[in-house]
T-cell receptor, first 115, second 112 residues
Framework: NAGVTQTPKFQVLKTGQSMTLQCAQD?????MSWYRQDPGMGLRLIHY???????DQGEVPNGYNVSRSTTEDFPLRLLSAAPSQTSVYFC??????????????FGQGTRLTVV | AQTVTQSQPEMSVQEAETVTLSCTYD???????LFWYKQPPSRQMILVIR??????QNATENRFSVNFQKAAKSFSLKISDSQLGDAAMYFC?????????FGKGTHLIIQP
């Protein structure tokens, strides 16, 4: 089973360039999200989606765009890369557990370096 | 802001011994979930164990168990019979409809 597939695994960008991190899930989950992981910071929520056509901001949304045209895909766009966006990015797909709660399954992460 | 605090940046344990990782959290919700995720050097985030807040019984998964103290908002992870493969970053996480809130993690070292 594929689960959550993230591409690419590694990427180097120059300041000002744009790019899209791809995320696809085959578990038919309504909820998907993007996190970034910085040293000593744990993971922080960038954007999330509770279903196709619905997205919302998380804790650190500035500099990133998302869209959700299908249940399966949730790409993350960096509009104009900055060195502060150097990080490891994780996409997660979540199933509902209990009332209003979710359990996340993560992709393998993308290590992004902005020079 | 609803926070998760892991006060041990790094822990070390001898192989085959038991270690406990600490976690406290803050929430205004009455129904929520708590998780421990493991991140080995491969970077993959792996779900270790899950606790539902309305269940008083502590969750157990093989060598992994939790001590959930709801009133104290405490959620510690106990690893019994530690193995070299347990070496990793461990993240305490609170779940919610708007995403997960992570602690900063505890780096677990297993001494052979």
């Amino acid at each position: 089973n594929a689960g959550v597939t993230q591409t690419p695994k590694f990427q180097v960008l120059k300041t000002g360039q744009s790019m899209t991190l791809q995320c696809a899930q085959d578990m038919n989950h309504e909820y998907m999200s993007w996190y970034r992981q910085d040293p000593g910071m744990g993971l922080r929520l960038i954007h999330y989606s509770v279903g196709a056509g619905i997205t919302d901001q998380g804790e650190v949304p500035n500099g990133y765009n998302v869209s959700r045209s299908t249940t399966e895909d949730f790409p993350l766009r960096l509009l104009s890369a900055a060195p502060s966006q150097t990080s490891v990015y994780f996409c997660a797909s979540s199933r509902r557990v209990g009332a209003g709660n979710t359990e996340a399954f993560f992709g393998q992460g993308t290590r992004l370096t902005v020079v | 802001a609803q926070t998760v605090t892991q006060s041990q940046p790094e822990m070390s344990v001898q192989e085959a011994e038991t270690v406990t990782l600490s976690c406290t959290y803050d929430t205004s919700e009455s129904d929520y979930y708590l998780f421990w995720y493991k991140q080995p050097p491969s970077r993959q985030m792996i779900l270790v164990i899950r606790q539902e807040a309305y269940k008083q019984q502590n969750a157990t998964e093989n060598r992994f168990s939790v001590n959930f103290q709801k009133a104290a908002k405490s959620f510690s992870l106990k690893i019994s019979d530690s193995q070299l493969g347990d070496a990793a970053m461990y993240f305490c996480t609170r779940g919610g409809a708007d995403g997960l809130t992570f602690g900063k993690g505890t780096h677990l070292i297993i001494q052979p």
